[in-house]
């Protein structure tokens, strides 16, 4: 439980100091195994207002000069200063609050359990902390590796570690959302990484919004292309971790056939096409063959998809279309496998000759 993993923590010495009074320990108690929150929490602190970018001009959420960067310190200071008004807390108490939230992610990577950080997580928001780059890694780390801890809370079955109050207006606390909203919160403190986007990424595809999911996998690939010039054009393992990868992209593209959004779907398709770091695989050319296919666009009296002269098709729709994209998979891809070549031709048979998909 959240109780039992904190008290092992604040016996620590590396969370209680020499420096430390009782006094000050009874009042970071207090605060840290209070069932209620003694301050509302604000919604932008969980992602909720600001997960995607449109706050700002030119899209790019991370970008120092953006307001939702601006938007974030402005919510955290006066979260900050709310706790402040409420606690009385000295700097002596804010340090030693932030070192137990801190090493409560080491304690529990090292124990292999999730739940506590939930309610500790809760603690970071309510307090307004800023916590280093690091407390951040081992958060999200657990949190996002232990599905079946978070589904055990998420039903209630862990009544310890139930750290709401039922009384505050805030009704964000969603367990499943936490590594989502970890991930939002370092990479409003700190450069986006492409572990941190693929969880705000996949957060927002599970909530069916495909647009500002895609905003945040050209944030990424924009935050790559400064660190490469600043670098004078040499890749580090910095710059690696904040490449844009297939596996951030593809959920998006996913999201988009499954709604039926060809002109979107397209669109992405050839943005991930020209981004250097994302190597495509059969199934990619095969998830956009089939979606468009099985829309009926490959068919000579359909419509042209919206947009589709803008990204460099000659024709679009009918069978030059589809010709011009298998070019495409011809050149990037040597083979594609048995269920490819399956979902390509289910694909046509819906779309094309109006039959039912084939089952083989």
């Known amino acids: 439980s959240y109780e039992t993993s904190m008290q092992e923590v604040l016996n620590s010495f590396r969370v209680m100091q020499k420096k430390d009074t009782l006094e000050d320990l009874q009042a970071v108690k207090a605060f840290l195994f209070s069932r209620n929150r003694c301050v509302h929490i604000s919604p932008f602190l969980t992602g909720k207002d600001s997960s995607s970018a449109h706050d700002g001009d030119d899209g790019n959420d991370n970008d120092n000069g953006n307001g939702n960067v601006k938007h974030f310190a402005d919510y955290v200071n006066q979260q900050r200063e709310d706790f402040q008004q409420k606690t009385n807390f000295t700097n002596q108490q804010k340090q030693l609050a932030v070192r137990a939230l801190t090493y409560i992610g080491d304690y529990c990577a090292k124990k292999g359990i999730s739940s506590p950080l939930h309610v500790a997580w809760d ?44 009384n505050d207006e805030d009704t964000s606390y969603n367990p499943t959302d936490i590594p989502g909203q970890v991930a939002f919160y370092h990479d409003m403190l700190y450069k986006p990484t492409e572990n941190t986007v693929s969880i705000r990424v996949k957060t927002l595809v599970e909530q069916g919004n495909a647009q500002d999911a895609e905003i945040l996998l050209w944030n990424l690939s924009s935050a790559t292309t400064g660190s490469e010039n600043r670098d004078g054009g040499k890749k580090t393992k910095k710059d690696s971790d904040v490449m844009l990868r297939l596996r951030t992209c593809v959920p998006v593209l996913q999201l988009y056939c499954e709604k039926g959004d060809a002109s979107s779907a397209l669109r992405l398709y050839q943005k991930m096409r020209k981004a250097p770091s994302v190597h495509f695989e059969g199934e990619t050319y095969s998830l956009i063959l089939s979606t468009l296919a099985r829309l ?38 040597l083979e594609i496998n048995s269920a490819c070549a399956r979902d390509i031709r289910n694909g046509l048979a819906a779309g094309v000759h109006g039959k039912e998909p084939a089952r083989n």
């Open 296 to 333: 009926g666009y490959f068919r000579n009296d359909s419509e042209d998809i919206e947009g589709s002269g803008v990204m460099g098709y000659a024709a679009g729709s009918g069978a030059e279309l589809f010709d011009a994209i298998a070019t495409e998979m011809a050149d990037g891809v």
């Open 123 to 166: 603690k970071i928001k309510e307090a307004g902390l800023s916590p280093r780059n690091n407390a951040l890694g081992a958060y999200l780390y657990m949190l996002s590796s232990m599905p079946d801890e978070k589904s055990i809370v998420a039903n209630g079955d862990d009544d310890d570690d139930d750290n709401t109050d039922t």
